[in-house]
């Protein structure tokens, strides 16, 4: 069974301008979740759906960062414009979407702002 | 929102010794996992268990439900055991997963 995938696994950009993460789930995997990690920190959740969509994003801040699951199966996540606190790791997670179903990690995409 | 605490937050090991990890939580949960990050930054998971006991090879988990937390064991550790290790938690009435803070471990040769 292939695995959760995530791209870029790196991306450096300056502060102001814009960002775009993508994440392909599992397939057959209903939840996808978003988690920003700081360094030193556990993950974050950002924003969860259940299909194409949205559960709960009362942890995105809003006036920056947007994402979108358009057709229930891939993810992509946006940054604009990004600010210096935003370098983290950005996470990408599915699940089977009952909630006693435990969470499949991608990678991660690592983020600097400069 | 729940808390989840996790202890030690660091720890440091001679290879070949065992080591017990915690993770206590404020409310009643219906998901718990543990994960270890290793070196490269991939989440893997290690255990599904909300409530119970698991074992696989070297490690094992621990859930007390009604007490509010888990453990996590490792049995003669390995350096290839660093890394940091997380809980995650849904308590029933809320549909976010939460993370605690981490136990980092390193294991030297």
């Known amino acids: 069974e292939a695995g959760v995938a995530q791209s870029p696994r790196y991306k450096i950009i300056e502060k102001r301008q814009s960002v775009a993460f993508w994440c392909n789930p599992i397939s057959g995997h209903a939840t996808l979740y978003w988690y920003q990690q700081i360094l030193g920190q556990g993950p974050k959740l950002l924003i969860q759906?259940?299909?194409?969509?949205?559960?709960?994003d009362s942890q995105l801040p809003k006036d920056r960062f947007s994402a979108e699951r358009l057709k229930g199966v891939d993810s992509t996540l946006k940054i604009q414009p990004a600010k210096l606190e935003d370098s983290a790791v950005y996470l990408c997670a599915s699940s089977t979407g009952q909630y006693n179903q435990p969470q499949h990690f991608g990678d991660g995409t690592r983020l600097s702002i400069l | 929102g729940i808390q989840v605490e996790q202890s030690p937050p660091d720890l440091i090991l001679q290879e070949g010794a065992n080591s017990t990890l915690r993770c206590n939580f404020s409310d009643s949960v219906n998901n718990l996992q543990w994960f270890h990050q290793n070196p490269w930054g991939q989440l893997i998971n290690l255990f599904y268990i909300p409530s119970g006991t698991k074992q696989n090879g070297r490690l094992s988990a621990t859930t007390v439900a009604t007490e509010r937390y888990s453990l996590l064991y490792i049995s003669s550790s390995q350096t290839t055991d660093s890394g940091v290790y997380f809980c995650a938690v849904r308590s029933g009435g809320s549909y976010i997963p939460t993370f605690g803070r981490g136990t980092s471990l390193i294991v030297h040769p």
């Open positions: 759906f259940q299909n194409n969509g949205v559960v709960d």
